[in-house]
């Protein structure tokens, strides 16, 4: 059995990482969220983490609300940098290996191709640059692995699939931009992939997310299109169009490639638009 402690448990990955775990077999999971493990306080979190004595950590907690992170870069470095480094301090103390879940907001989404794990980063926002320096920490131990993610929906917490359904169900048409592309991750794929790579000993960075390429423009059709409503009522706009603007920038171009994962000789991860399904299916 592989004991595996997770952080950020409540969240979208951990409440679906749970639920992969029930049917993936040598994994015992320990799940913590914010009210058991608090990764910005250390001692609580080398308490926690050395009474589990797990192998390996998969990290998940961070503070994810890109906007609200633009305008507090202490909490965002807090919870995404020093909490990550709690993390760690505590995993090297019982001797456990790190897998951090981090996100395609490092790049600036300038690049005309996917982006592959040996391109630079380059964030372009507080909340890519405060998981930039969780990245950073965590490859300053060679056994730890850098999981970089994008686009995350699942069927709980927020996310992109619960707001469109929400503003299809009061507004005749949606607008939504068509010049940022990327891959929509779906939390239940990305949480048993996880629990695989919980089993073996993959260091270094790796991107892993489910196949296809949209524009949020084309993922509201995509949803809509799951949801049995009509994709014509999505237009297009630009990003300079939004109006207010984000206070976050988003990086235009979000696509991970899956090359490294895809290597391992391990099955990638669905096209999104099954798991995209599932998801509306459990929503409706
Ligand atoms: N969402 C995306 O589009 C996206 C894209 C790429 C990568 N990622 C990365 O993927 C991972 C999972 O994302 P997600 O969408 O599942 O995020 P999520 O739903 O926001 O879950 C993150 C969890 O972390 C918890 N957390 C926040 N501060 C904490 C603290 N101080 N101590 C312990 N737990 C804390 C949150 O708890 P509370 O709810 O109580 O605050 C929440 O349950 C994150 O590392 C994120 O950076 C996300």
Redesign the pocket.
């Given at each position: 059995m592989t004991r595996v402690l997770l952080?950020?448990a409540?969240?979208?990955?951990?409440t679906d990482t749970q639920r992969a775990a029930e049917n993936v077999p040598g994994i015992e999971l320990l799940a913590h969220?914010?009210e058991s493990?608090?990764?910005?306080d250390a001692a609580n979190t080398n308490q926690v983490i050395a009474a589990a004595a797990p192998s390996v950590i998969i990290h998940?907690?961070?503070?994810?609300a890109v906007d609200h992170c633009e305008g507090d870069e202490a909490r965002s470095f807090a919870?995404n940098s020093t909490?990550t480094q709690n993390v760690l301090d505590a995993a090297k103390s019982v001797g456990a290996r790190v897998i951090y879940?981090?996100?395609?907001y490092v790049f600036d989404g300038t690049k005309s191709d996917p982006y592959v794990e040996s391109d630079t980063p380059n964030p372009a926002s507080v909340y890519g640059r405060s998981?930039l320096a969780g990245e950073a920490a965590t490859l300053a131990d060679p056994e730890n692995l850098v999981v970089r993610?994008?686009?995350?929906c699942s069927a709980h917490?927020s996310?992109m699939v619960k707001t469109i359904l929400r503003l299809a169900e009061s507004h005749p048409t949606l607008t939504f931009v068509d010049d940022q592309i990327g891959k929509p991750t779906f939390?239940a794929d990305l949480g048993a992939s996880l629990l695989t790579l919980a089993q073996r000993n993959d260091t270094g960075v790796m991107h892993i997310t489910n196949e296809g390429v949209v524009s949020w423009y084309e993922f509201c059709q995509d949803v809509l299109r799951a949801a049995g409503l009509d994709p014509e009522r999505v237009m297009p706009c630009s990003t300079d169009e939004l109006q207010p603007p984000r206070p976050a920038p988003r990086p235009a171009n979000s696509v991970l490639a899956n090359t490294r994962f895809a290597g391992l000789g391990l099955d990638l991860l669905r096209d999104f638009r099954a798991p995209l399904a599932e998801v509306v299916a459990e929503l409706i």
């Open positions: 952080t950020g409540a969240g979208q990955l951990g969220d914010r493990l608090d990764i910005t998940g907690a961070a503070w994810t919870v909490g879940v981090s996100t395609d998981k993610t994008s686009w995350v917490g996310n939390t």
